[in-house]
């Protein structure tokens, strides 16, 4: 978690400058040559050329004034009325986050937790999980154990606590959440990682049952687990379970070397003081039973030189970057390389992030602090971008690569999005739509790891603002804008300790609110209160050959000319799962031509819409 150099700009990666630099090495050699003709031509003509270049340059001057650029730079950046509102307490959300710090300065306390958005009782609203930590178990504090929270919501924004007998009030070390329908039954199951042995836990009707050791997939005794995300591999149908392991970490490990920040407090220690884990991938083999493949599917990865294992993961992306069928892996690692595991369809992954561009940090070679991650068809022409969160002075990273192309860029200086990030510490993240507008913007939920950061780093502080970025369009000179408290609303600006985070539309009105989570304090719940009058369209997908989530579809629309993508993926940010729905911001627009659904497996649907500003449902092969 250290630091790394400030990364130099990027120019157009598209644009290859060498010949450019070739041909102006000899325009400058024949300009020379020239020179010397023109002055043993004599004084008075060089006197005359200069006085003619001089008043050209005047003339460009002044033509570049009358063409006012600095005043069209500012009304393309003139950003949507867009009021993300506090309104935790009025939602009837009182959970407070334990992580259990006595002052001891032990690692997992700064680190969780992740919030879940699901539909627990099918009624159609979306509902809320919040992973709780616990007191130590050599803690001398007699408080009632922390436990899990679950609100039920109402599709109106408000929320009841209904933990009590849902089977999820249960006190563990969590950490992160996957949801998932695991055996396709119609019910979402949960998944909670942990310090400690994981838990799995089956829905039956909204009621949860602890089925961790049937499954196997608890883990060891030993292992620190974080982002965890159910998504099939393997196009079986059944949704199989990948689950990030972080540091090797015990309580005597972390007490046996002296972290500071000023040399005499003890602080939280960096990650490259803990060595590197394996993580775990589980096959859902369909019985209620899953098997732990991580060897044999080649996703334990060890330091070249040193043969141990190398991955500190982070944040977990199931995405389809090369667009064959088949869901490939992003791991965001911290201060070690990401990882990049491409699906082999056979079974096996291979570990390409090297070879594509996304394992290190690209304007210094080093790897980066990352902690959350997420991943879209950014653009209409099917770029797929994978923005990462680093830590507190490092640009969170936005790898961009056409369709078609294996290679990945970073374009987060460029698109204007890099240099604001340098200012926070960024843990959850994501990509969504906040004005409907059909281009999607990006959110970062930002927070330190140290509470007195700013008695040594006057630059940071402990609790930071989240931050929004406004997708002004590619053609723009900044392609990323960074949102203030004019257009997001003062809420949204105040300073948290931000951890987890992620969206769903809680009152129903179409636009995409917004929740984070906090490292020992209260969550953020955030309604959208955008007034922009655009257009929208919901979707919600029923599998029935692939799993019944149909996590892992694309979903396409065609606007006229144009065809926008998004995908079904509740595993993004940090921690954390979004809702399943997808949604599609259409601008001023009010009609779409048509919906195609790329099911998981290969299946390839087209639909018909009648109208927009509503949330439909399509059922595969129906």
């Known amino acids: 978690m250290t630091s790394s150099p400030p990364p130099q700009v990027d120019s157009d990666p598209i644009h290859d400058e060498s010949d450019d630099a070739q041909n102006d090495d000899i325009i400058g050699k024949a300009f020379r040559g020239s020179l010397i003709v023109i002055m043993l031509m004599g004084l008075p003509l060089i006197g005359w050329l200069v006085y003619l270049n001089i008043n050209r340059k005047i003339e460009q001057s002044t033509e570049v004034e009358v063409t006012l650029p600095e005043t069209r730079n500012l009304d393309e950046f003139t950003l949507p009325q867009v009021e993300l509102v506090n309104t935790t307490e009025d939602a009837g959300i009182d959970f407070v986050h334990e992580s259990g710090r006595e002052g001891e300065k032990l690692l997992p306390e700064t680190m969780g937790s992740g919030v879940a958005v699901l539909d627990y ?49 249960i006190s563990l070390y969590g950490m992160g959440v996957a949801v998932g329908d695991i055996d396709n039954d119609g019910d979402s199951d949960v998944f909670l990682s942990a310090v400690g042995k994981n838990r799995l836990l089956k829905n039956d009707g909204g009621k949860f049952t602890d089925v961790t050791e049937l499954a196997g997939v608890a883990g060891t005794d030993d292992a620190w687990s974080t982002s965890c995300g159910f998504f099939d591999y393997d196009n079986d149908g059944l949704l199989d379970l990948f689950v990030c392991n972080y540091v090797m970490w015990n309580r005597d490990i972390d007490f046996s070397q002296n972290f500071t920040l000023d040399g005499e407090s003890r602080a939280y220690g960096p990650p490259r003081a803990f060595s590197g884990t394996f993580s775990y991938l589980y096959h859902n083999e369909g019985d209620g039973k899953f098997k732990d493949v991580s060897k044999s599917a080649g996703i334990e990865i060890r330091n070249d030189d040193t043969d141990v294992p190398l991955g500190k993961a982070m944040g977990l992306a199931p995405v389809d970057f090369n667009g ?299």
């Open 324 to 622: 064959d069928g088949w869901m490939d892996i992003v791991v965001a690692n911290d201060t070690v390389r990401n990882f990049l595991f491409e699906n082999n369809k056979d079974g096996t992954f291979s570990e390409v992030g090297r070879l594509t561009g996304i394992a290190f940090d690209r304007a210094t070679g080093n790897a980066r602090g990352a902690m959350g991650i997420d991943t879209a068809r950014f653009r209409d022409d099917g770029t797929l971008a994978i923005g990462i969160g680093n830590f507190a002075n490092e640009a969170s990273a936005l790898y961009m690569a056409r369709p078609g192309k294996k290679q990945f860029i970073d374009a987060a200086m460029y698109t204007g999005f890099g240099p604001p990030t340098r200012q926070g510490l960024t843990f959850g993240l994501f990509f969504f739509d906040v004005d409907l507008d059909g281009r999607l913007d990006v959110l970062g939920a930002n927070g330190h790891l140290e509470d007195e950061i700013s008695k040594t780093q006057a630059t940071q502080t402990y609790e930071q603002a989240p931050q929004l970025f406004w997708n002004a369009g590619k053609g723009s000179k900044s392609e990323l804008v960074l949102a203030d408290a004019g257009c997001v609303g003062e809420s949204f600006c105040d300073p948290i300790v931000g951890r987890g985070a992620a969206y769903a539309d809680f009152d129903e009105d179409g636009d995409l609110d917004v929740v984070i989570s906090t490292s020992h304090s209260k969550p953020v719940l955030l309604r959208n209160d955008q007034t922009t009058g655009h257009h929208f369209l919901r979707i919600n997908l029923e599998g029935k050959t692939c799993n019944r989530d149909a996590i892992g579809a694309t979903v396409r629309i065609k606007i006229g000319d144009r065809e926008v993508w998004r995908t079904v993926m509740p595993t993004r940010s940090y921690l954390s799962q979004c809702e399943n729905t997808v949604t599609f911001g259409l601008g001023e627009t009010t009609e779409v031509n048509e919906v195609i659904v790329d099911w998981p497996g290969g299946d390839s649907e087209t639909f018909a819409v009648e109208k927009v500003d509503q949330t439909i449902s399509l059922v595969q092969g129906g």
């Open 121 to 169: 009782n099918n009624d159609g609203h979306s509902d809320l999980l919040f992973v709780n930590s616990a007191h130590w178990p050599w803690s001398e504090t007699k408080n009632e154990p922390a436990i899990c929270r679950l609100y039920q919501g109402d599709g109106k924004f408000g929320f009841d606590d209904v933990t009590a007998d849902s089977g999820l009030d």
